[in-house]
């Protein structure tokens, strides 16, 4: 049970986007296409999980004093694997990402997880905190990208899926649209949450002393 809890709380109770607001900038810049949105979740993926386990492993060895200049040489690193594996493996996916691939050394997830958890916990609940995280930022992705391709350019992963009478609102597509797109996500899951916790609370007070 526990291993699932540290492996599912990113999808809701600690979801990087929608509930921690994590690094954003993924989020807001590149979620213009579904394909985007998927190559960058599972970039940062393989980084998180690379980087805890490697944080886990070192973590007695890694002095107090300069652990954070420490843990971003070691994301550094696995950052700089994956980016030479795009461009090798998908050049065209390379291009689409440009700079945010380099950037994730500097995400917030990614150093955050680091810090509260992998720094503090042994190699495999890290591993599965670094999926999991990796995953629902990848979930994540996949929804505002989806929202702003099937809205701003009538298309899922490149091929038209609406009729051709409808007219593309190309602002989802610009910068605007990420941030619409991001705050609507947020309030329909502040919305879900609070009515969960409403159904809660009720069913406690309604349960026999």
Not at 105 to 111: E, G
Not at 140 to 160: F, H, K
Request: proline content about 7%; charged content about 10%.
């Amino acid at each position: 049970m526990s291993n699932w809890k540290e492996f599912s709380k990113g999808f809701w109770a600690e979801n990087p986007t929608f509930r921690l607001v994590l690094g954003m900038c993924a989020p807001l810049a590149i979620t213009t296409s579904v394909k985007n949105g998927v190559g960058m979740g599972v970039s940062t993926t393989a980084v998180l999980v690379a980087s805890n386990i490697w944080i886990s492993i070192l973590r007695n060895a890694i002095p107090n004093q300069i652990r954070i200049p420490c843990f971003i040489v070691v994301i550094a690193a696995f950052t700089t694997i994956v980016d030479l594996s795009v461009h090798a493996f998908s050049p065209v996916l390379y291009d689409a990402l440009g700079i945010f691939i380099p950037l994730i050394v500097v995400n917030c997830i990614i150093l955050g997880r680091a810090e509260a958890f992998a720094s503090k916990n042994q190699i495999w609940p890290s591993a599965l905190d670094g999926l999991g995280m990796g995953l629902a930022f990848t979930v994540n992705l996949t929804i505002i990208s989806g929202i702003r391709e099937l809205i701003g350019s009538g298309q899922l992963l490149g091929r038209p899926v609406v009729p051709p009478a409808y007219q593309p609102s190309l602002v989802m597509i610009l910068p605007p649209g990420g941030f619409i797109t991001l705050a609507f996500l947020i309030a329909g899951m502040n919305v879900i949450s609070r009515r969960l916790e409403i159904r809660r609370a009720a069913e406690r007070k309604e349960a026999p002393q």
